[in-house]
Structure formats: structure tokens, C-alpha cells
T-cell receptor
Framework: AQSVAQPEDQVNVAEGNPLTVKCTYS??????LFWYVQYPNRGLQFLLK??????LVKGSYGFEAEFNKSQTSFHLKKPSALVSDSALYFC????????????????FGTGTRLLVSP | KAGVTQTPRYLIKTRGQQVTLSCSPI?????VSWYQQTPGQGLQFLFE???????NKGNFPGRFSGRQFSNSRSEMNVSTLELGDSALYLC??????????????FGPGTRLTVT
């Protein structure tokens, strides 16, 4: 089964410092990878995605992510963190087509809480 | 453009009842997906509808069902509610759906509490 792992439940960083939120994936074939952010009492917001092409993907709010096929990773990064970046971040991968059902789904990681201190 | 809207925002039901949640996608989006979010299980995919057809389905029992109308609005129904169905139910719309690798735009969710 396809899966994503977010090894850190929480990441703490001081405002102005660079931040990294880690994600590794397990999928057969070429992965479709996504990052979403969730603020309290709100739905998820799309940040960026990788489907093909340049391994460095730039997204919303100054975030970027690097696709690394050999390490099966898709870490989210930002050069300078803001207090307002504090939120819950989810990595997701699109599952491959199930040959029995013809279905596929989006599989989310467990989420990483980012806390940016002033 | 208006975002994804979900109604109602909060709902309290008792075990054994059924519930219907509604989702209006972003104008022009033909794909609507539903997710269940709980502290224990995280975010889990329920199903996706595209142009009124169920295109994809997650690993949920048949008590969970949905449909999509010709205007792309979607409803999700849960019958014979159980305590474990208490969750935040999120709806997301996209242009091309999962098959196209399109990013999804989420609504604020419906918080369902089953007592």
C-alpha cells in the first residue's frame, strides 16, 4: 500500500530561521506528492505539489519542497519562518490505481505541528 | 471566486440516526472528494465524485454514501450512526480530480458529534 510518513509530530523554530518539515513516501511508480496546511478550526489549504519536472517546487506563502527520488523524500522548506506559519502541515501522496477496484485515493501523513516562536 | 462551502458547520446526532452533509464546490470544479478527520485516525479519504459519478472510494463501510448533482454540489450520507463516526468531515473540490493530479480546495468542514 502507498503511504507517507511524517516522522516529527512537532517542529519548533524561531522566527526568521529556516524551517524544514519532513516527509517520506512509499509508492510504486511515479508519485504525485502534495503539501497542505491546516489552521485551527479551518479546512486544509493547498501549498504545493510535485507531479513531474523540476525537483524543487515553489508554492504559496514562500514555501518550497524538494523531491528526492533516491531518498523517497519530499521535505517542505521555507528560508525564513514567520509566527503566522504556525499550523498543522500535511504531506499527501496519490495512491496508485487499485487493479481490483479501479479506485485510487489521496493518502495523508499524520501531520506535523509547526510552532514558530517570536 | 467563492470557496468551497459546507453545511451545516456543526451537527449533533444520536447513535442510530442518519445524517446528510452538504458541499458546494468552487464554480467550475467537477470533482468533489470527502474526507474524515479524527485525532486517532487522522485524515482518511471517503470517496470522490466527478461529473455525478463516483470515481474513487476509500475503505469505509457501506453506511457511508454520497452523491453528486448536475451542478456539482455533493452530499454525503451516514446511516446508523455510531459513536466512532464523530469527526470533522471535510469536502474538497478540484478541476481535474485525483486522476489529473489536481490540487484540492477544502471547505471548513462539518463537525459531527454522535452521542
Amino acid at each position: 500500500a502507498q503511504s507517507v510518513a511524517q516522522p516529527e509530530d512537532q517542529v519548533n523554530v524561531a522566527e526568521g530561521n529556516p524551517l524544514t518539515v519532513k516527509c517520506t513516501y512509499s509508492v510504486s511508480g511515479n508519485p504525485y506528492l502534495f503539501w497542505y496546511v491546516q489552521y485551527p478550526n479551518r479546512g486544509l489549504q493547498f501549498l504545493l505539489k510535485y507531479i513531474t519536472g523540476d525537483n524543487l517546487v515553489k508554492g504559496s506563502y514562500g514555501f518550497e519542497a524538494e523531491f528526492n527520488k533516491s531518498q523517497t523524500s519530499f521535505h517542505l522548506k521555507k528560508p525564513s519562518a514567520l509566527v503566522s506559519d504556525s499550523a498543522l502541515y500535511f504531506c499527501a501522496v496519490r495512491d496508485v490505481l487499485n487493479p481490483n477496484t479501479g479506485f485510487q485515493k489521496l493518502v495523508f501523513g499524520t501531520g506535523t505541528r509547526l510552532l514558530v516562536s517570536p | 471566486k467563492a470557496g468551497v462551502t459546507q453545511t451545516p458547520r456543526y451537527l449533533i446526532k444520536t447513535r442510530g440516526q442518519q445524517v446528510t452533509l452538504s458541499c458546494s464546490p468552487i464554480s467550475g470544479h467537477r470533482s468533489v472528494s470527502w474526507y474524515q478527520q479524527t485525532p486517532g485516525q487522522g485524515l482518511q479519504f471517503l470517496f470522490e465524485y466527478f461529473s455525478e459519478t463516483q470515481r474513487n472510494k476509500g475503505n469505509f463501510p457501506g453506511r457511508f454514501s454520497g452523491r453528486q448533482f448536475s451542478n456539482s454540489r455533493s452530499e454525503m450520507n451516514v446511516s446508523t450512526l455510531e459513536l466512532g463516526d464523530s469527526a470533522l468531515y471535510l469536502c474538497a473540490s478540484s478541476l481535474g480530480g485525483l486522476a489529473g493530479g489536481s490540487e484540492q480546495y477544502f471547505g471548513p468542514g462539518t463537525r459531527l458529534t454522535v452521542t
